[in-house]
């Protein structure tokens, strides 16, 4: 007898339920952002303009793609492509990859230039772009670590397509990783704009 319990519906609405509080978490964040940038609204925009904008887009290139290579993944999956399916899998983990090393020298040229949470150099800018930048900071970093936790997730379950335990008949834990994927680069959606492009 299989006692081999599944269920599809209660997972992803599990899942759903999760991305929910984050949804919460990141919503909490912005509506830190909205109250300051009312405060200080000269300072926000003074600050965004020390940002670099170029690595900004690329990030949302990078992520956007990414958002692409998982979709497909769940489409190679359902039509029992296992190959393709992994290729867009690691393709996802490669661009997060990149995202993470693009933030990476981002947040190092902006520590050398003195910009970094509680630095001299911030203090004497006074506190309207002291909140712009530990906001930035502690929101950037935060979703840094989204992508982190989101690459890790996808790459578990491409270690379990390539085994045989997700596949064309049952890939709701491909689903879902792909639905947290996609809530990462939504909010660097909100991000790149409130952070980059204030004018």
């Known amino acids: 007898m299989s006692f081999d319990h599944r269920d599809d519906t209660g997972a992803r609405f599990g899942m759903w339920l999760f991305l929910y509080t984050e949804v919460i978490l990141f919503s909490g964040l912005f509506l830190l952002y909205a109250i300051a ?9 003074t600050a965004s303009n020390k940002l670099n904008v170029w690595f900004g887009a690329a990030n949302t290139v990078v992520l956007l793609t990414s958002s692409l290579t998982i979709a497909l993944a769940i489409t190679a999956i359902q039509r029992n492509q296992i190959r393709l399916c992994l290729n867009l899998c690691w393709a996802t983990i490669a661009l997060a990859v990149v995202f993470l090393i693009n933030k990476y020298f981002e947040w190092s040229h902006e520590i050398s230039l003195g910009i970094y949470p509680a630095s001299p150099t911030l203090l004497e800018m006074g506190p309207g772009i002291t909140s712009f930048f530990n906001l930035y900071y502690f929101t950037a970093g935060l979703h840094g670590l ?4 989101g690459a890790v997730l996808i790459a578990v379950v491409a270690v379990m397509v390539a085994k045989g335990k997700v596949t064309s008949e049952r890939y709701v834990l491909l689903e879902n990783s792909a639905l947290y994927w996609h809530l990462v680069d939504l909010v660097w959606i ?8 204030i004018i």
């Open 37 to 45: 940038l009312v405060n200080f609204p000269q300072d926000y925009i």
């Open 146 to 149: 989204h992508v982190l936790i």
């Open 190 to 197: 909100f991000l790149f704009p409130l952070y980059y492009l």
